[in-house]
T-cell receptor
Framework: AQSVTQLGSHVSVSEGALVLLRCNYS??????LFWYVQYPNQGLQLLLK??????LVKGINGFEAEFKKSETSFHLTKPSAHMSDAAEYFC???????????FGQGTTLQVKP | DAEITQSPRHKITETGRQVTLACHQT?????MFWYRQDLGHGLRLIHY???????NKGEVSDGYSVSRSNTEDLPLTLESAASSQTSVYFC????????????FGQGTRLTVV
């Protein structure tokens, strides 16, 4: 069965510092990969998705992710953290082109002033 | 603007009672999904539907049921609420499979006492 692993349930960075949230997936076929963000007491919002057109994917709010097939990874980065980036981030995979999503455990990002 | 709405946003119920959570989308999407969010587990799929009169079990379907009588609505019913079903429930919809983005509702926080 396919799975998604997010390393680190909590990540804390200073404002202006690099943000790196890790995601590894298990898949025997090219996956459909997504990053979602959840702000407090809200639903999930799409940050970006891997569409196979390019390995480096740019999303909203300055986030980007790089698909590395050899490492089965899809890590999320942002060069400079902003206080408004504090939220929970989920990596997800759509297995077998079914439309269903398998989520990682989530990573809470804390941004310190 | 198209949207997906859930009601109620918060509910407290007693063990053994039947509870129904509503989900309504105006995207005209064929695919609809119910997930539950629990600390340390991310989001897990409960039930899903690919169209009117179609319903399927997800990863954690025991104790839950859904019905799809029209495109817009997918209500989730807890047949006999249990304390283990205390969770935050999210409804989502998407236009297709593969790269299609899923749009999420704001969530329903259910407490079973």
């Amino acid at each position: 069965a396919q799975s998604v692993t997010q390393l680190g349930s909590h990540v804390s960075v200073s404002e202006g510092a690099l943000v790196l949230l890790r995601c590894n997936y298990s898949s025997s076929v090219p996956p459909y990969l997504f990053w979602y963000v959840q702000y407090p007491n809200q639903g999930l919002q799409l940050l970006l998705k891997y569409t196979s057109a390019a390995t480096l994917v740019k999303g909203i709010n300055g986030f980007e992710a790089e698909f590395k097939k050899s490492e089965t990874s899809f890590h999320l980065t942002k060069p400079s953290a902003h206080m408004s980036d504090a939220a929970e981030y989920f990596c997800a995979v759509n297995p077998g082109n079914t439309g269903k999503l398998i989520f990682g455990q989530g990573t809470t990002l804390q941004v310190k002033p | 603007d198209a949207e997906i709405t859930q009601s109620p946003r918060h509910k407290i119920t007693e063990t053994g009672r039947q509870v129904t959570l509503a989900c309504h989308q105006t995207w005209n999407h064929n695919n609809m999904f119910w997930y539950r969010q629990d600390l340390g587990h991310g989001l897990r799929l409960i039930h899903y539907s690919y169209g009117v009169h179609d319903t399927n079990k997800g990863e954690v379907s025991d104790g839950y049921s859904v019905s799809r009588s029209n495109t817009e609505d997918l209500p989730l019913t807890l047949e006999s609420a249990a304390s283990s079903q205390t969770s935050v429930y999210f409804c989502a919809s998407s236009s297709g499979t593969g790269f299609a983005e899923a749009f999420f509702g704001q969530g329903t926080r259910l407490t079973v006492v």
